[in-house]
């Protein structure tokens, strides 16, 4: 098994991971932790130590969704500071989102409204999901919440580097486009 990119010094957490905006009739797919944290998520996961993010999220989404990622383009690289709720602990977080085109096969895509489970072999786990109207967004509890009114919006030509503080301190600071 490969080394994840998290770490846990001095009881806080650092963690390096990928996510996917996957698309598709208005609406964004999501996922959540088993068991509930309360909380929605993009698709992906953790990047492997010596392995690329566009390694990681072609990896994750063949395990998770078994669908072929490979022409994915990067949104935005995200610095996001939180305390998380399902690992109970401050956390600073790099995520790499990327836009992903790819061809969705039927047991994505015959559910359209409610969950759905998907077996993941890896983890031998099955993982929820859910297509989420864009319009609905600002209603559901997505983290980083950011993603609510960014995915509503005119996705960016080129990647965009952002600082966000999911918390007391709140907000979301574009730094520079990369």
Not at 44 to 59: D, M
């Amino acid at each position: 098994m490969e080394q994840n990119l998290t770490f846990y010094p001095g009881g806080d957490r650092f963690n390096v991971r990928t996510a996917a905006v996957l698309l598709w009739q208005d609406r964004v797919l999501l996922s959540r932790d088993v068991p509930d944290a309360g909380y929605q998520f993009l698709p992906g996961g953790r990047v492997q130590l010596h392995e690329p993010a566009a390694q990681t999220i072609q990896r994750e989404l063949r395990e998770e969704l078994r669908i072929d990622c490979s022409n994915s383009r990067l949104l935005w690289v995200v610095e996001n500071f939180f305390t998380s709720a399902f690992y109970r602990r401050r956390t600073h977080e790099i995520c790499f989102f990327y836009l992903v085109k790819a061809e969705l096969p039927q047991r994505l895509t015959a559910h359209p409204e409610g969950e759905f489970l998907l077996h993941d072999d890896t983890d031998a786990i099955n993982i929820p999901f859910t297509w989420v109207p864009l319009c609905a967004l600002p209603q559901t509890n997505l983290q980083p919440a950011f993603l609510k009114t960014r995915l509503q919006q005119p996705l960016p030509d080129q990647p965009a580097f952002l600082t966000v503080w999911d918390g007391e301190e709140g907000g979301t600071h574009e730094n520079h486009f990369i």
